[in-house]
């Protein structure tokens, strides 16, 4: 039983080649007025059919029809004159009529649940041929739609009226070349015409017909012995005259009728070109690189998981990724379509390199040709300067100062400060420049020389023993860019120099972000002045107080009664721990800290931190994972687990966490068919679905639950999840997983804990079974982690129950040993149960 689900397709899966979802193809006008990419029209799972509507298909004894037929919400009863027999299982029909199965909205499920998804996949790719862009003004109203005798390129024309076929047409291509037909009106192909496919001297074959798209926003009609090549997306309906014939699709919003011997012939999606390297961008947080092709599914070079970069990619590109490491760069393949390059902080990449392929490293997913040859990818991309992340934003590098805002006027006395702390750089070290601020400093000439000098370091000591003493102001100023190029805004920190030997004193970084749940700790840190005399006392005393609390959001009072209830313990220390649940999500609490020499209080330094207060997801907790269950009886699904970790809900004595009738569940449900979930279904009559724990039944197939946790009126996002569900006919033990982390908190603890243990159990009557001897059960974890990404194929050995479990692989239940687990990693859990006699 999978812990999670991801519906693609797993490293070296294939897509069954009678439901191929192919993705969009580059293909080059030959219109001489214009050059331009027209990518196909995604028929999704609306092209596994020859003849898909809405309204019905009405047959006039003997029509003819190779591919599958179907029809929703109309129901079978709409599909008429095929002398249809439906198959023992009711998910479809039979025809002598028709080469292929015939599908409708009523049948038994899943079929429901398919043709739903089919019909969004037509409304879809007719949105999308209706809105494709006329490539020129040449191929704009041509001829007045009276388009008979025309020869035409790759392309897309459009009509505002309609278009009728009088006399032949040709269209003159490639098989990679693409044209759509938009006719606002109707379109009317005369009796015996025909549309005729020729080559154009590329040496690639004619134009395939599941690249031609006739989008007709009136009704279609197919003369008596006229033949059409292409899909027909119809608004309305579509008639298809006797004798007529189509190589393609007819994909009608109402319905379709047959006349005599008319045949519609479902033409092939699987075309077979070289995979081409469409863009290189890096992730947003700049750890990664991502190369996409188009045109179709690569074969991903013949990897399998995590390996050399060098396997598909040119020497001189591995290389610079390398930069000055030792060890080869990994990538793997995220789908058929998607190569994720795994970058470190030695890489030389940046934007504005160029990317290469390896020679006939890669090839379509479907070919059997091996390399060199025409079907292998070649060529190389470069990497936008000015966009570096594509489409995406790459993160925002911020700037984090910290240091003593207070120094004293020894003359050995030296200004530091660190923005180590500051973020958003990527795998690569972030680039620092400083400056002081010359309109509000001292000595500003004089110190930017001196700064100027430093750029690059993300700490700075500037000694200030050849300026004149006194009460000098500095305003520093530093700005960090990431590799990417992106620079941060300006951070200030003032320093005042004053005109004594008071200590230096530090908080860290002035402004911090906290969560409430979450413990805080701040550390003050303070230095003797180096002219301060030891004789006096070397003691420093400190003291924390609160100082203002603002509404984060509008910077307004708050009031002040929570002000005084915050308490700081221990407030007479140098160091401040805030345990879980003193500071409250949506306020910002400034704290004082004094340092002052014990034996002369008036020798002090101030510093103070601004907590920016946020407030955490919701926690949403749901027993279990994917699952595969019978049909046969009802399951649940619990999420009773799930709190909010912004508010204090422990009972006081148990510490076990209480329910917080402010929550709200919302449940929904949807059919998954060829891994993609559909549109929203209706929960079974009965069901209740906004409680904590879903219970229902469903009939066999693949089903998408999911759970909006929800808070109103807080301000708090919603936090969502999808359970996958499998239901099959017969008997299936099934797994009920508790909730993988129960916290627990007990008002004297500095932090709340969690048990890192997932704990199993079957359903009772599987645990009947066993009871009476009838059957044993035999049980199996597996564990993959997945670091920065990449999914590891190494990195957790259950079985090692000395060092990563206590239980080993092959029990109900996983408990971890302390430590097994590591941050910045996960992992997903399998558990496989299987059932025999008993020995």
Known sequence: MPGYYRPREMPGSRRPPHILLLCGCLALLSVASAVAIVLPVELGLGGHFAILTKSGVTNVPIGNVVGDVGTSPITFAAITGFALSADATNMFATSAQITG?????????????????????????????????????????????????????????????????????????????????????????????????????????????????????????????????????????????????????????????????????????????????????????????????????????????????????????????????????????????????????????????????????????????????????????????????????????????????????????????????????????????????????????????????????????????????????????????????????????????????????????????ARPASATQLLGIATLAACWQAAKGVQISFEWTVGNVTVSATGEPAPSALRNALVLPSPLRSSLLLPPFSLLSGYTYVLNLRAQMATDPSVFSDAQVALDVRAQPLQLLMSGGDRRLSAAEPFDVDASRSYDPNVCLFHAQTGKLLEDAALLFGWGLRAVANGVAAEALAFPAGTTTTGRVLQLQLPPGTYAITLTLSKPSTGIADSTTTLFVELIVGACPSIVFEALTELKFNPTWSASTARVALQTSLDAASLALQAAGVVSYAYEWKAYVRVAGVTLPFGLDLADTGAVTTTGLSKPNLAFRSGALTGDAFYRFELTVTGGPQP
């Open 101 to 513: 199965r015939v599908y409708a909205a009523d049948f038994a499920p899943p079929t429901p649940a398919m043709m739903t998804l089919a019909i969004y996949s037509l409304e879809r790719a007719y949105t999308d041929a209706a809105g494709r862009a006329t490539s020129s003004d040449a191929t704009l109203n041509l001829k007045g739609g009276l388009i008979g005798g025309t020869t035409f390129t790759a392309g897309v024309y459009t009509w505002d009226t309609g278009a009728s076929v009088a006399s032949d047409i040709t269209l003159s291509g490639s098989v990679d070349d693409v044209f759509i037909f938009q006719i606002a009106g109707n379109l009317l192909a005369g009796s015996a015409v025909k549309v005729l496919l020729v080559a154009d001297g590329s040496g690639h074959g004619t134009p395939w017909a599941s690249n031609i798209i006739w989008q007709v926003a009136g009704q279609a009609t197919v003369g008596t012995t006229a033949h059409l090549e292409g899909v027909i997306l119809v608004k309305t309906h579509c008639a298809m005259n006797a004798g007529s014939s189509i190589n393609g699709r007819v994909l009608a919003q109402t319905a379709v009728t047959l006349g005599d011997s008319a045949t519609i012939t479902q033409s092939t999606s699987i075309r077979l070109h070289a995979p081409v390297l469409h863009g290189a961008v890096f992730a947003p947080t700049g750890s990664q690189l991502i190369l996409t092709f188009v045109c179709q599914p690569t074969d991903r070079g013949e990897m399998a998981g995590v390996g050399p970069c060098a396997l598909v990619l040119a020497a001189e590109t591995v290389a610079t990724i390398r930069g000055g490491g030792t060890e080869e760069p990994l990538c793997y393949w995220q789908d058929d379509s998607t190569l994720v390059v795994n970058l470190d902080y030695q890489t030389l990449l940046a934007p504005g390199s160029t990317v290469s392929l390896l020679d006939g490293a890669i090839r379509p997913a479907l070919s059997t040709s091996p390399c060199p040859s025409p079907l292998c990818a070649v060529g190389s991309v470069t990497i936008d300067i000015n966009f570096p992340c594509g489409g995406v934003a790459c993160t925002q590098p911020v700037a984090v100062v910290s240091g003593s805002p207070q120094i004293s006027a020894c003359p050995s006395e030296v200004l530091k400060l660190d923005a180590s702390a500051s973020t958003g750089g990527g795998i690569k070290p972030l680039a620092y420049a400083w400056r002081v601020d010359p309109t509000r400093s001292n000595f500003a000439d004089e110190l930017n020389a001196r700064l100027e000098q430093l750029d690059g370091n993300d700490a700075v000591a500037i000694a200030l023993g050849d300026l004149p003493l006194g009460g000098s102001q500095f305003v520093l100023l530093v700005r960090v860019t990431s590799f990417l190029g992106l620079a941060s805004e300006l951070a200030e920190f003032v320093v005042t120099r004053s005109g004594g030997a008071e200590p230096s004193l530090s908080v860290g970084p002035s402004e911090r972000i």
